[in-house]
């Protein structure tokens, strides 16, 4: 029998509180009326509700679905969900993962970063809440609400420290969870999103599937880094050989057999010589492995676009 107080914390103040992995288990949780609190769910849940919270600093580990918060304000949190929506909110400051458009209605204030988290559970909560590390649209927020010539939302400083935003808990059954906020550890590939680029040459890089994708999108991902390209954007979807012409266009043919086998993950690095860095480490790394990248800086801008515009249609953005 499940008891909802298991699954609700409700009127707390000053209090440091939260669930370690294997306790929240794919269930539904609220949050309501806490003030100065310090909130963590280390596992994963089918919706979290957050009312009426002032100055918390929340963790929500993956959600399945809808993450939603209302009237909150000076909050700062780190989230990872399928859909994340705000009402009536003022000042929340949000590093996030959402595999679907952000969206915040009559809300102001609100600034996000992207998700940088790792703790030795959370790559198999995001399984369990059937959520892909690489399909992260934290900076594409849709304003329901917008006003003339203000803005509601920006997006947290490129060097912003998730320590300095939602410290490490301080209570001795939450110390147990093993937690970096490394960036380079972090479970979720962090990525620029709707920041300026540095460059005009971007780069795309497609791994199909297999048993070693994620460990060769993330080795790949660490090894342009490591040379001063930045990651742009990440993304897992599934194509058929119609989506393969659109974007692999006179290469199509070699890669469709591929598609059967499940999603593709694409990456966009860029930087000067983005394509050149990236082709030398694609075929001294990782010679045996088919990889779509791009040929060369004159066509990977459209590379860029045609895998992006399709992704979008598929994930109905």
Not at 37 to 61: K, M, P, R
Not at 100 to 107: A, F, H, L
Request: glycine share 6%; proline share 4%.
């Amino acid at each position: 029998q499940i008891d909802p107080k298991d699954y609700t914390f409700s009127g707390l103040k000053d209090e440091t509180v939260g669930r370690l992995p294997g306790k929240v288990a794919g269930q539904q949780f609220i949050i309501q009326d806490c003030e100065n609190c310090s909130i963590y769910i280390f596992d994963h849940s089918a919706t979290i509700t957050i009312d009426g919270c002032v100055n918390c600093q929340i963790f929500l580990g993956p959600i399945k679905g809808s993450v939603f918060f209302r009237d909150c304000k000076d909050c700062k949190c780190i989230v990872a969900c399928q859909q994340f929506r705000t009402r009536d909110c003022r000042k929340l400051e949000v590093f996030l993962c959402c595999a679907t458009q952000p969206v915040i209605e009559s809300s102001t204030g609100m600034k996000f970063g992207c998700f940088q988290y790792y703790y030795p559970e959370l790559a198999f909560q995001f399984k369990d809440a059937g959520l892909s590390i690489f399909n992260n649209t934290w900076s594409s927020i849709h304003d329901f609400t917008p006003v003339s010539g203000e803005n509601n939302w920006g997006l947290l400083p490129e060097n912003a420290v998730v320590q300095d935003y939602v410290p490490l808990p301080s209570s001795e059954e939450l110390k147990a969870v093993r937690i970096s906020t490394d960036a380079t550890r972090s479970i979720i590939p962090v990525t620029r999103g709707q920041r300026q680029k540095n460059s005009d040459e971007s780069c795309l890089a497609v791994f199909f599937a297999g048993d070693y994708t994620t460990a060769n999108a993330r080795k790949l991902i660490d090894e342009m880094t490591g040379k001063g390209f930045q990651l742009v954007q990440t993304k897992e979807v599934s194509m058929k050989a119609e989506d393969a012409h659109r974007v692999f266009q006179q290469r199509a043919s070699e890669f469709i057999p591929l598609l059967e086998k499940g999603p593709v993950v694409a990456l966009e690095f860029n930087g000067d010589g983005a394509v050149e860095g990236c082709r030398s480490i694609i075929n001294d790394v990782f010679s045996g492995t088919k990889v779509f990248v791009s040929e060369s800086k004159a066509s990977a801008s459209q590379d860029v676009d045609n895998f992006y515009n399709f992704a979008d249609m598929q994930m109905g953005m």
